[in-house]
């Protein structure tokens, strides 16, 4: 990504190791890349970084700088929300940035197609992407090759999925703030869609009551798939009585009216695949696993898309 400029925001949390970061920008400016930085510790608020108004700021002025191409989250955590009805979103698709994050940044992500219909990327963030000891290269050439363009491919592997030939728009994200957003003018529409879910520290049973808030809102009809990344973190307990991650999928394989996959690369994980939010996906599977391509979305080398 030589001769890129990249600039980094804080839309939420602010980075817990402040020399980190300076490292991280140090190894994007080694591969070529420009590195424009609105994130100033100095300016953390509480929990976030910044306050409301100066993260907004942060994303405004990433948006008008004219030698940037990319804006990348510094993290997720928490904020977005709180400033949702504020962001330019218009200001944003107009912009033709390409804007990269998960977790939190799903808000993000949903907004600004819901409000313009732009497409935006579910990929990695300055926190802990770009600032490990050791980088994960499967995360960051995922990266790379995603932003370049034009087709885009992830291979998800896991026993027991349904045989699958589908297409459709692939959206979703964290699945607490995807249901967070259900019923809000933030919660983008996308008929016939492919959904992608993650999520962190989330008990079994709080997975299967998101997934059930998605489908009793209307959001997953019409949808022709829904794919389960890394859900990861929760601890159940003896009164669980044999109700665990296994038996709430087959649950949702019964309830839900689309096929249900598991083996996504993708959530709080080291090991993340990038995916275009937005674009024109192929999901194609079998009882090992599956291969999802896609297509139709914004890159560096077709910027006016």
């Not at 907004?56 to 977005?80: C, F, H, K, S, T």
């Not at 994980?269 to 674009?279: D, I, N, Q, S």
């Not at 192929?282 to 896609?294: I, K, M, Q, R, Y």
Request: proline share 6%; aromatic share 10%.
């Amino acid at each position: 990504m030589k001769n890129i400029g990249i600039a980094i925001a804080a839309p939420g949390g602010y980075a817990l190791d402040d020399d980190a970061v300076a490292r991280g920008i140090a190894r994007l400016e080694q591969q070529g890349c420009t590195v424009h930085n609105y994130y100033d510790p100095a300016q953390k608020h509480l929990r976030f970084g910044g306050t409301d108004a100066g993260r907004l700021a942060q994303l405004e002025a990433a948006a008008r700088d004219p030698d940037v191409q990319v804006v990348i989250a510094l993290r997720g955590q928490y904020g977005i929300s709180r400033i949702l009805p504020r962001i330019d979103f218009r200001l944003m698709a107009d912009s033709g940035k390409l804007f990269v994050g998960y977790s939190d940044v799903t808000a993000f992500h949903m907004g600004l197609m819901a409000a313009t219909g732009r497409k935006s990327f579910a990929g990695p963030m300055i926190c802990d992407d770009f600032i490990r000891d050791e980088p994960v290269d499967y995360t960051l050439d995922q990266f790379r090759d995603c932003l370049r363009g034009p087709t885009h491919h992830v291979r998800g592997t896991a026993e027991g999925n349904p045989r699958v030939d589908v297409e459709g728009r692939l959206w979703g994200g964290n699945l607490a703030m995807l249901t967070h957003l259900a019923g809000t003018p933030y919660f983008a529409r996308i008929p016939n869609g492919i959904v992608f879910i993650e999520d962190i520290n989330e008990h079994p049973y709080r997975v299967e009551r998101m997934v059930l808030q998605l489908l009793y809102s209307g959001a997953l009809e019409g949808q022709r798939a829904l794919v389960l990344g890394d859900f990861s973190g929760y601890r159940l307990a003896p009164f669980d009585n044999g109700y665990d991650f296994d038996a709430m999928l087959a649950y949702l394989r019964e309830t839900l009216p689309i096929p249900v996959l598991t083996g996504l690369p993708f959530g709080h994980v080291k090991h993340r695949c990038t995916l275009p939010f937005g674009g024109l996906a192929h999901l194609v599977s079998d009882e090992t696993g599956f291969d999802l391509t896609v297509t139709d979305y914004p890159t560096l080398a077709r910027p006016d898309l």
